[in-house]
């Protein structure tokens, strides 16, 4: 058999691992569509989030937010005390390759953009976050992709040899932070294709 051209393989977490999307809480809280666009557009909007995922802690995340938005105090709350109703649960598919690649003696990692607080959350309530070889968390890190700083934190941790650490990620900007710095970095479209790309790195999954 031909050699394998990998030695690592490194996953995004948020849409590759698990299913999370705000809507999956907030179509209970927000019944009528437009309204419940309108609050995550403009109130608590992905920019808000993100600045968890680099670190803010939530309450201060949450007043500040609240201050702003008084009418919406409960919504915004919300975000926080139920953060865990945004996630449906683990992609199987996904989890399958993981654990795969994990039986068969392939070390994996986890680089995400996380919140430090919600990510211990999901580990107690999904225990396969929990069987990565090592992690980096954004929120944890106080940095996140696509910035190079985050990618070279893994590189550097974990002793990774970049050109043969695999890294799959929903987000193209993310995959195109990776390659920047040397990673072999694919977008993540399915399970189906993320095995396809592992196969042709002489991976069996």
């Not at 919300?78 to 070390?107: H, R």
Request: charged share 25%; net charge negative.
């Amino acid at each position: 058999m031909t050699e394998r051209t990998i030695d690592a393989v490194v996953f995004d977490i948020g849409g590759v691992v698990l299913d999370w999307n705000p809507t999956y809480l907030y179509a209970d809280l927000i019944p009528d569509v437009e309204e419940r666009t309108h609050f995550l557009t403009n109130v608590a909007t992905p920019a808000w989030n993100h600045q968890q995922d680099e670190g803010r802690p939530w309450a201060e995340a949450v007043a500040e937010l609240t201050g702003l938005h008084p009418e919406h105090a409960e919504w915004i709350e919300a975000y926080d005390t139920g953060w865990l109703k945004m996630v449906k649960g683990v992609f199987e598919d996904t989890a399958a390759v993981l654990t795969e690649l994990q039986d068969g003696g392939v070390p994996t990692y986890a680089l995400t953009n996380f919140s430090a607080e919600k990510w211990e959350v999901a580990k107690e309530a999904f225990p396969i976050l929990t069987r990565f070889a090592g992690e980096v968390v954004s929120g944890v890190e106080q940095t996140v992709k696509p910035g190079e700083k985050i990618y070279r934190i893994l590189i550097e941790r974990f002793d990774l040899n970049p050109a043969r650490t695999f890294y799959t990620d929903d987000m193209a900007y993310n995959v195109d932070g990776a390659r920047a710095v040397g990673l072999d970095a694919e977008l993540f479209t399915g399970a189906a294709d993320l095995r396809d790309q592992l196969r042709a790195r002489r991976l069996t999954v």
